[in-house]
């Protein structure tokens, strides 16, 4: 039997996860690391950690199994997005990498607006300006470690790094490459005219190939470290957003779909890009080159959830370590005994900032309206809430550009829980479709990238057999309800409209 092993490395660490070459999902590996936060809108990660995690998950999975690293087909990745690795012409990283997370560049992007109309910029780049994107942190980069900068011969994505230490390629996927907001999105490379607005050096960024490339081989000395076999093809593979989208089903025009991870966004498949006039919206690269999937992001969608159970929940997380039980679910149950509304408590769901809709560094979470009779049930409902009524912002956006969303999916942590399917079916007022795998779409992604990069697969089309709808969660028929939700959303957005000139303060 031939084995496919598909990793995704995420924020929080990297999992490796083993496919038979039929597609069928055998078992996953997971290994963590930490986030280094010096300062408050700091946040970097470690090369070595990935690589070291990327190391221990590959032997466990051989060394479980009993496999013949032989067996295994081909290697290939999702990836977190958006990050700034500089590594030098030996492939050795130069300091650590600044992640997704990372807000520390807000006065380069202040200097490159000045520079250029923001809308002839997202018009370019199917993206804003804002310090969330690597392009700013390449800036930030030159200005602050110019001897750094000096000494780079490329800026890397997390992914592309383990590919580099795998086969000593350097390389990104278009994916990756439109994430930078460095990508001309029409002629598909490096944009030529924002680079030198930028002051970036092009020969600093890596070659842009296909997805589904075949990047090369796992050499000898990482097959001596990690566990693999030397000749092993490694596909390059996505970022975790479009690996998401085809673990989703969502790779035809007019599927969309929501993801409930530590960050959240929805996503829609469409053949061209949606220039949003404001700007709520980007668009990156398919794994598929005729398309572009088009996304909304917030920071912390299901993180404001994690944060909760750390920070109020505590009791919750201590059940669940003496029953086994996941402390989400004692959570969503206790959210339950909170009428929808959760008796007019708004949550505002920005602990580091946002992303669209709001695009504002500056924004910071909040719970309005608190009064005596309010109780942890309303406190759990309305961080469920809020979240959802910041995605439907991101909805709402999508739809106002005439973009029709045919089917809308939800996967992720956060899609097992049937009052938070519930809540969103209500919110957004339109069925919400379950796929059968709600928690591993990028590896599945990936390890359909990989399958069709070297053959083993004949196109994504195979992901409607490898992961079909299980249910649909219809809007409830209570008139209560929905005027409810209509009525708070629209009390939401007058909120953050309300405290923005005090996050400014703050």
């Given at each position: ?17 083993l ?24 946040a ?9 995690a ?10 479980k ?48 607006r000045?520079?250029i ?20 942190k ?10 750094v ?16 230490r ?19 999105m ?29 990047a ?16 092993t ?21 007019g ?35 005729g398309?572009?999937y ?9 993180g ?9 929940c ?6 669940s ?29 920005y ?16 719970f ?10 309303d ?8 979240i ?41 007022q ?6 059968e ?24 089309s195979v ?6 709808i ?37």
């Amino acid at each position: 039997m031939a084995y496919i092993v598909a990793y995704d490395l995420g924020t929080g660490g990297l999992k490796a996860a083993l496919y038979s070459e039929q597609g069928k999902y055998l078992d996953s590996l997971f290994a963590e690391y930490s986030t280094l936060s010096a300062r408050e809108t700091w946040a970097e990660q470690r090369p070595d950690s990935w690589w070291s995690a990327f190391c221990v998950v590959s032997r466990g999975l051989i060394e479980k199994h009993g496999l013949d690293p032989c067996d295994i087909a081909v290697v290939s990745f999702s990836g977190q997005m958006m990050a700034c690795l500089p590594v030098d012409r030996s492939g050795k990283p130069l300091r650590d990498c600044l992640i997704w997370a990372d807000r520390r560049s807000v006065p380069q992007t202040e200097s490159l607006r000045e520079r250029i109309d923001e809308q002839r910029y997202y018009r370019l780049t199917g993206n804003k300006i804002y310090p969330t994107y690597p392009l700013p942190k390449f800036m930030w980069l030159k200005e602050n470690e110019p001897e750094v900068y000096g000494k780079t011969f490329k800026f890397l994505q997390p992914k592309d790094y383990l590919v580099l230490r795998l086969t000593g390629t350097f390389a990104t996927d278009y994916s990756d490459a439109a994430g930078t907001a460095a990508l001309d999105m029409k002629t598909r490379d490096w944009s030529a005219e924002v680079l030198k607005l930028a002051g970036i050096d092009k020969q600093k960024l890596p070659e842009i190939r296909s997805s589904t490339d075949r990047a090369g081989s796992v050499n000898r000395a990482a097959a001596e470290q990690c566990g693999l076999a030397s000749g092993t093809p490694v596909v390059l593979g996505a970022g975790d957003g479009p690996c998401g989208n085809l673990g989703a089903g969502v790779y035809q025009e007019g599927k969309a779909y929501i993801y409930l991870g530590t960050s959240s966004w929805i996503s829609l498949a469409s053949r061209q890009i949606v220039a949003d006039p404001d700007m709520a919206l980007f668009n990156i690269c398919s794994v598929d080159p005729g398309m572009i999937y088009v996304y909304g992001t917030m920071q912390m969608g299901g993180g404001s959830f994690q944060w909760l159970k750390e920070t109020i929940c505590v009791a919750e997380k201590q059940l669940s370590e003496l029953t086994g039980t996941s402390p989400y679910a004692y959570m969503t149950q206790e959210a339950e005994q909170s009428p929808p509304g959760a008796k007019n408590l708004v949550f505002l769901p920005y602990l580091r900032g946002e992303r669209s809709p709001r695009w504002n560094p500056k924004a910071r979470g909040a719970f309005i309206g608190l009064t005596a009779s309010h109780t942890r049930s309303d406190i759990i409902r309305s961080v469920l809430e809020g979240i959802t009524y910041n995605l439907k912002i991101i909805r709402d956006a999508i739809a106002s550009q005439g973009a029709r969303v045919q089917q809308m999916r939800t996967i992720g942590g956060g899609a097992e829980s049937r009052l938070w399917r519930q809540i969103f079916a209500d919110v957004f007022q339109e069925s919400i479709q379950v796929p059968e795998l709600l928690e591993g779409a990028n590896t599945l992604g990936s390890a359909i990238v990989g399958g069709v990069g070297v053959g083993v697969f004949e196109s994504f089309s195979v992901i409607d057999e490898l992961n079909p709808i299980s249910l649909v969660q219809e809007p409830s028929v209570d008139p209560q309800s929905r005027r409810a939700y209509q009525e708070l959303f629209a009390l939401f957005n007058a909120c953050y409209e309300a405290l923005t000139p005090v996050f400014d303060r703050m």
